[in-house]
């Protein structure tokens, strides 16, 4: 799940389908989720019940983009203005989410592109 968020300005992109060993580490310390467990920790954004899965999120943006950011540095922020901006993005990405999670599930037996063939004659 890909989630775009700005700050001061600047926009960072959070890719939740690719984490770092680092990262995962900081998940299962701070929320105690496993990779697995990204829809959970899209959830909790979403319901404002964890103000440190945003942080978490925002820290792990602005690392990838080479900021070097602690989790320290969000504490100054204003809480409530936060949640709110990230609920919404995060509910548009758990929609898409849930309908490509239903669209996969359904399978229409049909593959999305044709696949390549290659034929050789045997000598």
Known sequence: MKITFNMDG??????????TVAEVRLLKTHL???PK???????LIVSGDSID????????AKRRAGERVELADFDDLDAADLLTEFRAAM???????????AAASKGNGKPKAK???RAEESR
Do not use: I, N, T
């Open 10 to 19: 600047k926009d960072y992109v959070f890719d939740g389908d690719k984490l």
């Open 32 to 34: 105690g989720l496993a």
């Open 37 to 43: 467990d990204a829809e959970q920790w899209a959830e």
């Open 53 to 60: 899965a945003v942080l978490l999120m925002m820290l792990f």
């Open 91 to 101: 509910e548009r990405a758990l929609a898409d989410l849930r309908k490509a999670k």
């Open 115 to 117: 696949p390549r063939v």
